[in-house]
């Protein structure tokens, strides 16, 4: 129930702040920018590498957004008013986690769907190969931008400046999410689909345990 | 405007009429220490605040009140010694701890993008209060400190007086039994700090209780029955107002006020008992008695020789050492 709070909360402020605009727009956008200007890539279908790519951004973004914002709403003492009602410290980051994780995957998916539409206007129709590779992708970018998130948090609440905390996260998120694809690039018998998951949610339930451990210490 | 947005009476009754039962019994601090790395906030403090007190808590910057304060409403942890509610430790009560306290504190942000409403909303369902009754609460707690109009207003636009004024419209959302004020009179206007301050006599008739820090000496003067003097970490006070006067033996003063017509026309130097005579004005003395004195018999020695001599006086008045008076001869140790 205080999840539910918290969560919607959270997402409500992100439609306020504009910042789910940005995302839902921007990533869209870059999709459409990446179809103008896209090298020649012979028959490599256009949604994958749409994927690939958003993985990174999205990575990217995720880890900066909730780092900076835990960084800065802890330092600004935002949470004081939380934490003195009956809220579990934990429920208020993964709360947070949600959130941000949400609002990413809707912009992915959006830039997704906008990927497949175009191929499927250029390439006359979608194989099911094409289709399950194209999970694969997604599955892994899913992953990437978990792991991503649970860097941010971490950060959010280990680091006390807010463009240490940005720096970090850009830095350690976009390089650490990588392990979702490279276990599947290093042994071939590995369905990437199933070990994808697998990573998506063991690293982020790991270091969401360790930051909330750390918040849970923090005097405010 | 002003008087039907701060209508105590109104709201007072509001809050009984929610108010569950007061369990609420005491407050207690057993050696209480806290340190933030090299520094300690706070030295073995121990106090007690009883149901119905009126705590006013006060000390230099830095002293240990807020660290205190935040002990109280869970924020801060890690620290050792006992904090018990009702004879219970507090690390195993969390839950009902929210329930029975409101804090108000002395800084605390809010996200940009909120309203004033939006805030209130958020803390009220966390609270437990539920959707139906959260509309009606809201608005009427906004009414009383006089931010209704400003209900839609993202916080970031308010004034600091206003901000202020939001920090305690929350803390009073669920109807506390143990109110917990940071600094709640800093930044106020005139008439904010005189209905917070009337807030807090109404509150404490009905036993609330009510724990606040304060560096305006004559607001904790006015407010507490019970106060706690805290300086580097220690306490180094807690009394009743009367209490810490009496305590520190600072004498009787006596203010004599003389017509224009019969100025000084005393001459109390003789009268062993009187320590020092200040001469305020032509027509106003302050006369110093020495502290081990009875001031009743000097008083009425005094009182004779006015009658005998025929002085015209105005008015003629004990005047207790002032809490600021007090407060600095604790701060600067000079008690006996």
């Known amino acids: ?220 | 405007m002003v008087s039907q947005a701060y209508n105590i009476e109104n709201f007072m009754m509001r809050y009984e009429e929610s108010l569950e039962e007061n369990n609420f019994q005491d407050l207690k601090f057993h050696n209480v220490t806290k340190s933030y790395k090299n520094l300690v906030a706070l030295k073995n403090v121990s106090l007690s605040v009883r149901r119905g007190d009126i705590f006013g808590y006060i000390g230099p910057n830095g002293a240990g009140k807020t660290t205190t304060l935040k002990i109280i409403v869970g924020l801060i942890k890690d620290y050792s010694g006992e904090y018990l509610i009702n004879n219970a430790v507090v690390s195993d009560t969390k839950s009902d701890l929210s329930k029975l306290i409101g804090y108000h504190p002395q800084d605390v942000g809010f996200q940009s993008w909120r309203t004033v409403n939006s805030a209130l909303y958020t803390f009220g369902r966390l609270s437990g209060i539920s959707k139906s009754e959260l509309e009606e609460r809201i608005l009427f707690t906004l009414q009383f400190v006089g931010l209704q109009d400003f209900r839609e207003i993202k916080i970031k636009y308010l004034s600091g007086g206003m901000i202020q004024k939001l920090r305690l419209a929350q803390a009073l959302l669920n109807f506390p039994k143990l109110l917990i004020l940071d600094e709640p009179l800093s930044g106020l206007d005139p008439t904010s700090r005189f209905q917070i301050k009337s807030l807090i006599k109404a509150l404490a008739q009905k036993e609330i209780t009510i724990l606040f820090s304060s560096h305006i000496l004559n607001d904790v003067e006015d407010i507490a029955n019970k106060i706690g003097i805290i300086n580097q970490g220690n306490i180094m006070k807690i009394g009743t107002p009367s209490q810490l006067q009496e305590d520190f033996q600072l004498g009787n003063i006596i203010e004599m006020i003389y017509t224009e017509d019969s100025h000084k026309c005393l001459e109390l130097d003789v009268i062993k008992e009187v320590e020092k005579i200040e001469n305020y004005s032509n027509t106003m003395q302050l006369i110093h008695l020495r502290a081990d004195v009875n001031a009743d018999e000097v008083s009425h020695t005094i009182l004779k020789k006015i009658i005998q001599q025929k002085c015209r006086i105005r008015s003629y008045r004990f005047v207790k050492p002032s809490l600021e008076k007090v407060y600095l001869h604790y701060l600067n140790g000079e008690v006996k």
């Not at chain 1, 439609?15 to 459409?32: A, H, N, Q, R, Y």
Request: aromatic residues 10%; contains cysteine; hydrophobic residues 60%.
């Open chain 1, 1 to 220: 129930m205080k999840f539910l709070i918290i969560f919607s909360d959270e997402f409500h402020g992100f439609f306020k702040s504009k910042v789910m605009f940005v995302l839902w727009i921007g990533l869209p956008m870059i999709t459409i920018l990446m179809h103008f200007f896209q090298p020649d890539m012979a028959e490599f279908p256009f949604s994958i590498l749409v994927s690939i790519v958003l993985s990174a951004i999205g990575g990217t973004i995720a880890s900066a957004m909730i780092g900076t914002s835990l960084t800065s709403e802890i330092n600004q003492k935002v949470y004081d008013l939380f934490l003195i009602r009956p809220v579990k410290r934990i429920t208020l980051l993964f709360a947070k986690f949600c959130a941000v994780y949400l609002c990413l995957v809707i912009a992915v998916l959006i830039s997704l769907i906008l990927g497949l539409l175009i191929d499927y206007c250029t390439m006359g129709g979608l194989s099911n190969t094409f289709m399950r590779t194209l999970f694969e992708s997604l599955a892994t970018s899913l992953a990437a931008i978990a792991i991503s998130c649970s860097i941010g948090l971490l950060f959010g609440v280990t680091v006390s400046s807010v463009p240490v905390t940005a720096i970090l996260s850009v830095y350690v998120g976009n390089q650490l999410s990588a392990l979702s694809i490279l276990p599947a690039l290093l042994v071939d018998i590995i369905n990437p689909l199933a070990l994808a998951a697998i990573i998506g949610i063991i690293i982020p339930t790991i270091l969401i345990i360790i930051s909330s451990i750390i918040f849970i210490r923090k005097d405010f």
